[in-house]
């Protein structure tokens, strides 16, 4: 069984670059968190998508946006990349109803220069 | 964003020593969890509290859920070297049992043989 996977492991864009980040969930859950996690911090909260639709947000811009498809996997989309956006993006997956971010994918490390 | 209090920052101890980290918050929550991450991982669940005064273990694991639900511990007893790494403490607010979770800053374990 499956755990949650990320892709790619490692990315490098440029300043004002656009990004996508993916993740599929553990088998069997329906619903996806997006994480940032700069160095030496703590994961902060992004968004969860529920049913293709996305139903809490964190305190981040508008240029952080996402999508969740019929399978439950997950895009994360990051549009006009800052220095500042350097970190590991991490997914987690759970079932709605019986607990929240319980299972972690190993994250995307984006690097912005 | 909003983050829980996790200090010291590093702690180094000794094989076989026992270990307790503490974590408060200035918000309740209704869900207290602790994760550990090693480096090239996401963090992985150790243990999830679900009830005020709740004491759970996991192996030589013990954590609390503090009966102001503003704080919880862990102890880690008989440390070993494979207990290396970094210790999160996450809390789950009012929103249900999909919202999101809150971070401390972590706390980095150094085991010396």
């Known amino acids: 069984d499956a755990g949650v996977t990320q892709s790619p492991t490692h990315l490098i864009k440029t300043r004002g670059q656009q990004v996508t980040l993916r993740c599929s969930p553990k088998s069997g859950h329906d619903t996806v968190s997006w994480y940032q996690q700069a160095l030496g911090q703590g994961p902060q909260f992004i968004f969860q998508?529920?049913?293709?639709?996305?139903?809490q947000r964190g305190n981040f811009p508008d240029r952080f946006s996402g999508h969740q498809f019929p399978n439950y996997s997950s895009e994360l989309n990051v549009n006009a990349l800052l220095l500042g956006d350097s970190a590991l993006y991490l997914c987690a997956s759970s079932l709605a109803g019986v607990g929240g971010s319980r299972y972690f994918g190993n994250g995307t490390r984006l690097t912005v220069t | 964003g909003q983050q829980l209090n996790q200090s010291p920052q590093s702690m180094f101890i000794q094989e076989g020593e026992d270990v307790s980290m503490n974590c408060t918050s200035s918000s309740i929550f209704n869900t207290w969890l602790w994760y550990k991450q090693e480096p090239g991982e996401g963090p992985v669940l150790l243990i999830a509290?679900?009830?005020?005064?709740e004491l759970t273990s996991n192996g030589r694991l013990t954590a609390q859920f503090g009966i102001t639900r503003k704080d919880s511990f862990l102890n880690i007893s008989a440390s070993i070297p494979s207990d290396v790494g970094i210790y999160f403490c996450?809390?789950?607010?009012?929103?249900?049992?999909?919202?999101?979770?809150?971070f401390g800053k972590g706390i980095t374990l150094s085991v010396r043989p």
């Open positions: 509290l679900y009830k005020a005064g």
């Open positions: 996450a809390g789950q607010g009012n929103a249900g049992a999909n919202s999101k979770l809150t």
């Open positions: 998508y529920y049913e293709e639709e996305e139903r």
